[in-house]
């Protein structure tokens, strides 16, 4: 009998270690099917923040019209608001933001980009963790449209801002 209970102790790991591994494959099978499933078509981080963060190179203190950017930019689909105070000869932009409180600005630029005016602006706040706007002016219209990516949800949004002409940020939030 003692062979025996030990040939069922045997069974016993066996059959536990295979569960285990059969638990183990089907956990991961439905974790690569979630991850599958759910993930965005935003592009890999970094890569718009990559190509804007190259150091400023002379063809970007040539921007004849970047000055054009100074103002203040509402989104249109929100009370978001982005306000240009200046542009530098290399093309970094001294900007805010407003949701509608402040929102740390962490870096701000413009460059010529296929032949149209490009501007990336990162936040870096609390609900913000790196998101950031890729826009290109269109001087017809007089707009900045382009793309919202929001890191903290990993998903882009195509949006619009308008040249506002309104005494404070609060009064135009208010008032959408």
Not at 22 to 29: C, E, F, G, K, Y
Not at 125 to 145: I, K, N
Request: avoid cysteine.
């Amino acid at each position: 009998m003692a062979t025996r209970d030990r040939g069922q102790g045997v069974n016993t790991r066996r059959t536990r270690a295979v569960i285990l591994l059969v638990a183990a494959v089907v956990v991961t099978a439905v974790a690569a099917v979630v991850f599958l499933r759910f993930r965005t078509t935003a592009p890999p981080i970094g890569t718009h923040v990559a190509a804007m963060s190259a150091a400023p190179t002379a063809s970007m203190a040539a921007i004849p019209d970047a000055q054009t950017l100074v103002g203040r930019w509402l989104r249109g689909d929100y009370s978001y608001m982005i306000e240009i105070v200046g542009v530098a000869p290399d093309g970094r932009l001294d900007a805010r933001y407003f949701n509608p409180d402040p929102i740390h600005v962490s870096r701000a630029e413009a460059k010529h980009e296929s032949g149209r005016l490009a501007v990336f602006v990162e936040l870096n706040d609390r609900g913000y963790p790196g998101s950031y706007y890729t826009l290109t002016y269109d001087p017809q219209e007089d707009v900045l449209q382009g793309v919202y990516h929001h890191l903290g949800l990993q998903q882009n949004f195509d949006v619009g801002f308008f040249r506002f002409d309104g005494d404070a940020p609060d009064a135009a939030l208010n008032g959408r």
